[in-house]
């Protein structure tokens, strides 16, 4: 058996009958289209990031752009907001796993982003399951057997609004290779998923409208441009209208916060707003300053949104998407529920109100959520401060945010560095990194959810200190972060470890093999741009079986 594959592609992923629902020769020929009319665009866009990274590695610093400042100052906005997504107030995040898929759009939220970056692990397993349980939930078919707690689970009458995140553009998809080289996982995503579900998305949830997506790891708005361009391909190959499709921008890399306005400009057709990536966006600060040694950052634990440069980054965000009519959305609440501990978790649950307050107020439209336990908590919130409307986009202009220069958004955040955050980085990685490695790509660790970000936070933070010998000088120690004390510290958080998830669990789990690829990648002399290009290479399994062609 074999895939029904067109001419200059090799399916290397399993066959498997369902999943060649899927990977039908009208949808491989789709995706082939959009890679072999991209591709050269994406390489491009590569390039360009390399060549910035170099510049801020010799000194440099990202800033706005003297050639598009006619963009920024022009009065132009984007298209309207649908009526289907003006409302936003809560939206929950999660992998696309069946049952997750489910309760997320149960579970009370305005929307449900359905994930194949960050929050999954993407074997050609999770990936091709992933796309049949969205074309059953988009068809409302999609049902979830639970044999240990003998509970079916189907959709609700009244569900979220479905939006979908695709990789970023510079994620390979190794099990489909189009003229001899790995697919790009992003257009393989887009794709498929649009390609089997943008007739009845419109008819059952986009009114018209849709399908929606959320658009990761982008650095600057040429790589805006050529999702704009896609979404123009696929529009006019489907024969529905130009800007039907609508997509938010996750503004999660340190160059990007300076390409906001040019990034909705390209994608003014169909944007719906941009969103504060928090997590990653903490990640692309330690990328962007690598060659810094003034930059250190504290403990993770302390940047937060009082950081100046966190609160620049989130206020200019709402200032330019409210200029340009579209959604302004706050950062993810991550915390899951203290089941075991009322205390904690009413404790934990003030925190999140208090920062969604802090986030309504500013003149967010909306946030994020990583559990359906948190939901009521940030609704709540945003319901009794938005005074019945959808959102705040034209009643919050914060026109002072206008204000905000370079280096406000560049500060380097204050605070202090401590054995404990070496450890927890230590800690949260190797962990993070074992569950990736063996299919899941959000884990609940600490009472918290984590996905790639967090653990990506956790690797840069390392290999900075590492690199640089930073003090630890917030614990009273005033020792040096050096390999010796790395090695002994990973030492220690392994035991640490092996105690708490217990021995049988860590000798079955790929906690050493994990050990070995993060430790390996907080003392490489050259950080890499990201932590899952190493690891994907050991997910990624062909399976030699000839694909067919009539």
Same mark, same amino acid.
């Given at each position: ?49 390399? %060549? ?51 309760? /997320? ?29 969205? @074309? ?65 998305? @419109?008819? /059952?949830? $986009? ?11 982008? %650095? ?14 696929? %529009?006019?190959?489907?024969?529905? %209208?130009?800007?039907? &499709? ?78 340009? $009519? ?21 404790? /934990? ?27 009521? /908590? ?78 990506? &936070? ?28 790395? $090695? ?13 998830? $217990? ?45 067919? @062609?009539?």
């Amino acid at each position: 058996m074999g895939y029904d594959v067109p001419e200059g592609v090799d399916i290397r992923g399993r066959y498997d009958p369902e999943f060649s629902k899927i990977l039908t020769r009208n949808a491989l020929q789709f995706v082939t289209d959009l890679q072999r009319e991209f591709r050269n665009h994406i390489k491009y866009a590569m390039e360009c990031r390399r %060549e910035a990274k170099m510049r801020y590695n010799n000194g440099g610093l990202p800033g706005f752009d003297p050639a598009t400042k006619y963009i920024r100052e022009g009065e132009w906005v984007c298209a309207p907001v649908p009526q289907a997504v003006a409302d936003r107030r809560v939206e929950i995040t999660g992998p696309v796993e069946r049952k997750m898929i489910i309760n /997320a759009l149960n579970s009370g939220a305005k929307v449900f982003m359905a994930d194949f970056e960050d929050a999954l692990s993407p074997s050609w397993e999770n990936l091709m399951k992933g796309h049949v349980n969205l @074309r059953d939930a988009v068809s409302r078919t999609i049902t979830f057997h639970d044999q240990a707690r003998n509970k079916v689970y189907k959709l609700n009458d009244e569900t979220a609004k479905l939006f979908v995140r695709p990789r970023g553009w510079h994620l390979p998809e190794a099990h489909i290779f189009i003229d001899g080289e790995p697919a790009t996982g992003c257009l393989v995503d887009f794709g498929l998923y649009f390609f089997h579900n943008y007739a009845n998305f @419109r008819k /059952a949830q $986009g009114q018209g409208f849709g399908p929606f997506f959320y658009l990761p790891k982008m %650095e600057h708005s040429r790589e805006g441009r050529i999702w704009n361009n896609v979404f123009e391909r696929a %529009e006019r190959w489907a024969g529905i %209208e130009k800007g039907s &499709i609508r997509a938010t921008v996750l503004i999660e890399t340190l160059p990007a916060v300076f390409q906001m306005n040019e990034i909705l400009y390209e994608l003014r057709d169909h944007s719906v707003g941009l969103n504060c990536g928090r997590w990653d966006y903490i990640f692309s600060y330690v990328k962007t300053f690598q060659g810094h040694p003034d930059r250190l950052l504290p403990d993770r634990v302390q940047v937060g949104m009082a950081q100046h440069f966190m609160r620049s980054y989130s206020d200019l965000l709402i200032h330019t998407c409210h200029k340009r $009519g579209v959604h302004a959305m706050g950062g993810m609440a991550a915390q899951i529920p203290i089941r075991d501990d009322p205390a904690a978790n009413q404790a /934990a649950l003030e925190l999140i109100r208090k920062d969604k307050l802090r986030e309504v107020k500013a003149g967010h439209d909306g946030t994020w959520a990583a559990h359906p336990g948190l939901i009521p /908590a940030c609704m709540d919130v945003f319901t009794n401060n938005m005074v019945n409307a959808p959102n705040q986009i034209h009643s919050m202009k914060r026109q002072d945010a206008s204000e905000l220069i370079e280096e406000d958004l560049l500060q380097s955040p204050r605070g202090v560095r401590t054995m404990e955050g070496l450890r927890l980085n230590t800690r949260v990685g190797i962990q993070y990194l074992a569950a990736w490695l063996t299919g899941a790509g959000s884990v609940p660790l600490y009472n918290l959810m984590e996905d790639a970000a967090t653990a990506e &936070i956790s690797r840069v933070q390392n290999w900075q200190w590492l690199k640089y010998g930073a003090e630890l000088n917030g614990d009273g120690l005033g020792v040096k972060v050096n390999l010796d004390l790395f $090695g002994r510290v990973v030492e220690e958080e392994m035991a640490r470890i092996e105690r708490e998830v $217990g021995k049988e669990k860590f000798k079955k789990g790929m906690y050493k093999e994990a050990c070995n690829l993060f430790t390996g990648q907080c003392t490489t002399p050259v950080l890499d741009d990201f932590l899952t290009l190493d690891a994907y290479n050991n997910i990624v399994m062909y399976h030699r079986i000839e694909s067919s @062609r009539l």
